[in-house]
């Protein structure tokens, strides 16, 4: 099992950054591909990006293409999520793990809040 901590989430403008971190706490982090995804009110998780254990593929749903940007670090065991050109509707709780099938295989970190406002 794999503890997830989320951080660096906040309170920015339209067009604002934010660069999201998770923390995993566990030896087996580098193995899997990770993935940010995120949960608005009323709405279901849905995955925004992943890459892969190198770090040398991404892959982000269309909604964020081109804004965000994920990464990692493996000796640090943390998976960071850069996010600019901020839109209202990124407002979400997001959350890190590693994508297994149409779910993630660990349980979930608390998140870290984006509210996305003027």
């Known amino acids: 099992q794999v503890q997830l901590v989320e951080s660096g989430g906040g309170l920015v403008q339209p067009g604002g950054s934010l660069r999201l971190s998770c923390a995993a706490a566990?030896?087996?982090?580098?193995?899997?591909?990770m993935g940010w995804y995120r949960q608005a009110p009323g709405k279901q998780r849905e995955l925004v990006a992943t890459i892969t254990t190198s770090g040398g593929g991404t892959n982000y749903a269309d909604s964020v293409k081109g804004r965000f940007t994920i990464s990692r670090d493996n000796a640090k065991k943390t998976v960071y999520l850069q996010m600019n050109s901020l839109k209202p509707e990124d407002t979400a709780v997001y959350y890190c793990n590693a994508p297994r099938g149409l779910g993630a295989r660990w349980a979930w970190g608390q998140g870290t809040q984006v509210t996305v406002s003027s």
């Open positions: 566990g030896s087996i982090f580098s193995i899997y591909t």
